[in-house]
T-cell receptor, first 117, second 112 residues
Framework: DTEVTQTPKHLVMGMTNKKSLKCEQH?????MYWYKQKAKKPPELMFV???????INESVPSRFSPECPNSSLLNLHLHALQPEDSALYLC????????????????FGPGTRLTVT | QKEVEQNSGPLSVPEGAIASLNCTYS??????FFWYRQYSGKSPELIMF????GDKEDGRFTAQLNKASQYVSLLIRDSQPSDSATYLC????????????FGSGTRLSIRP
């Protein structure tokens, strides 16, 4: 089973709203990721968690705040977003972090389509 | 030079033919290579991964890796209209361990 679930599927929010995206996996994976994807572009890495600790922050604006409450869950808290933040937000997980002598395959969830008005 | 390069396409292939998708990468120390398929409006789906030089086959898909020439390719045999999608090449770069670097994707269209 390689399932990663994400909720909600769609989200419309105003620039003053606070909302959260949720991601869950039950594969025992210890690395989890948030990506942002704009139309006709590849996924763009935002955050990486390894063993529930933030490992990589790709200089993401503070209006995006990640949280990893436990090894199966990953949240992305959103506040004061801009219209240009509208995109598909993807969660992914892998058994562990990709390493220099090998890598662990990343499996993506279905994504949350976010529209900021 | 981009770290991972793909021809954006569209690549048009007749149904039943072999579709050949190519990807080059700049970091000679890269170890791990992935192919994802992405339908419009959907998330990427992992279809192949390859870590060693040579060919790796899975059903109609074959991934080929040539580390000396720094390219990785994906062959799709007996192409079907359902194979029409964007194919993303992804590489774990030696200099960017812990991150997968994606190419910009090749749009494949299978014509009936």
């Amino acid at each position: 089973d390689t399932e990663v679930t994400q909720t909600p599927k769609h989200l419309v929010m105003g620039m003053t709203n606070k909302k959260s995206l949720k991601c869950e996996q039950h594969m025992g994976h210890r690395a989890m990721y948030w990506y942002k994807q704009k139309a006709k572009k590849p996924p763009e890495l935002m955050f990486v968690y390894s063993y529930e600790k933030l490992s990589i922050n790709e200089s993401v604006p503070s209006r995006f705040s990640p949280e990893c409450p436990n090894s199966s869950l990953l949240n992305l808290h959103l506040h004061a977003l801009q219209p240009e933040d509208s995109a598909l937000y993807l969660c992914a997980s892998s058994q562990d972090l990709p390493g220099r002598t090998g890598a662990y395959e990343q499996y993506f969830g279905p994504g949350t389509r976010l529209t900021v008005t | 030079q981009k770290e991972v390069e793909q021809n954006s396409g569209p690549l048009s292939v007749p149904e039943g033919a072999i579709a050949s998708l190519n990807c080059t990468y700049s970091d000679r120390g890269s170890q791990s290579f992935f192919w994802y398929r992405q339908y419009s409006g959907k998330s990427p789906e992992l279809i192949m991964f390859i870590y060693s030089n040579g060919d790796k086959e899975d059903g109609r898909f074959t991934a080929q890796l040539n580390k000396a020439s720094q390219y990785v390719s994906l062959l799709i045999r007996d192409s079907q209209p359902s194979d029409s999608a964007t194919y993303l090449c992804a590489v774990v770069s030696y200099s960017s361990a812990s991150k997968i670097i994606f190419g910009s994707g090749t749009r494949l269209s299978i014509r009936p």
